[in-house]
């Protein structure tokens, strides 16, 4: 199983971005998905995740400025941020939480730069 993730970079504060993260090698339409983030010195958090019926649970730090979303025809799950801050930047991981024939999975990492 893979995930890859894309979409990341360099934005000013009050700017947009939308992360993406494709799978392959699974049965992706049977996984939760979450997104997550590490910043320097921090330990890695949830951002937030959604089920496989389209629940989705949120951070207290990004509600109302992220949105997550899936589309499971194309293995992929959206991570829309809006409104960024200094503080929003991080490597962004998404993560598969696996099911009962499978394990978790987790990408790379894509780069999130927010400059004040």
């Known amino acids: 199983a893979q995930l890859v993730e894309s979409g990341g970079g360099l934005v000013q504060a009050g700017g947009s971005l939308r992360l993406s993260c494709t799978a392959s090698?699974?049965?992706?339409?049977?996984?939760?998905m979450g997104w997550y983030r590490q910043a320097p010195g921090k330990q890695r958090e949830l951002v937030a995740d959604?089920?496989?019926?389209?629940?989705?649970n949120y951070a207290d730090s990004v509600k109302g400025r992220f949105t997550i979303s899936r589309d499971n025809a194309k293995s992929t799950v959206f991570l829309q941020m809006n409104s960024l801050q200094p503080e929003d930047t991080a490597v962004y991981y998404c993560?598969?939480?696996?099911?009962?024939?499978?394990?978790?999975?987790w990408g790379q990492g894509t780069q999130v730069t927010v400059s004040s």
């Open positions: 993560k598969s939480y696996g099911t009962t024939w499978e394990g978790a999975n």
């Open positions: 090698g699974m049965f992706f339409s049977n996984n939760a």
């Open positions: 959604i089920t496989r019926s389209g629940n989705t």
